[in-house]
């Protein structure tokens, strides 16, 4: 009551006598709105966590577009809600669209590795199974060569013959033949080489 006011119990009077009511109005509950902010790319896959906001019925809110690496904004889905607005009562939900980059996606060069060719005199080198090789190959061909000069010379000198001291003539006709066999490699070898360098 204000102070002016009469009091609510009295006596009539020959005065007008006011009384006067004060009221106060019952505060209501804050309601809030919230909005719900999803980033997707255009086949609906989120792409990130959803952003939420909430304030109170009524007031403004503004749903930001975000950076997302590796894509890049589209449009926002039809049928969202305004970016920026008022919250209202029910969930209001903002949807961003977002589209892949194109890669340009670089081939590397195929890397060719350069040949490496051997110094000649590594390429030269005979095994020890070559070496044997050209030996037994060496005796093959001596002993049919003495059984062809053997078989055109007349018996009786092929019994002097046999009579005959032996002489290192067997062990040069070896090394001739070794030798022959090393040099006819080594031309081999060298030919090989030749082709090689050329391609």
């Known amino acids: 009551m204000l102070e002016e006011s009469a009091p609510t119990i009295g006596k009539y009077t020959n005065e007008n006598q006011i009384i006067t009511y004060v009221y106060v109005e019952n505060m209501k ?69 977002y589209k892949k980059d194109l890669v340009n996606e670089v081939t590397k060069p195929e890397v060719i590795k350069p040949e490496v060719i051997k110094p000649i005199n590594d390429q030269l080198k005979v095994t020890e199974k070559t070496s044997k090789n050209i030996k037994e190959m060496g005796k093959t061909e001596n002993k049919n060569k003495k059984k062809d000069i053997n078989s055109m010379q007349p018996k009786k000198l092929q019994k002097d013959k046999k009579q005959l001291p032996q002489t290192d003539e067997k062990a040069n006709s070896v090394l001739i033949m070794v030798i022959g066999g090393l040099l006819a490699g080594l031309s081999l070898v060298g030919i090989f080489i030749k082709k090689r360098i050329k391609k």
């Open 29 to 97: 509950p804050i309601v809030n709105g919230v909005v719900t902010v999803k980033y997707v790319d255009e086949n609906g896959k989120a792409l990130r966590a959803d952003t939420l906001m909430t304030g109170p019925v009524g007031s403004s809110y503004l749903a930001n577009r975000e950076e997302i690496k590796g894509y890049t904004f589209k449009e926002i889905k039809n049928g969202s809600a305004e970016t920026g607005g008022t919250y209202a009562n029910n969930n209001l939900i903002v949807i961003y669209v």
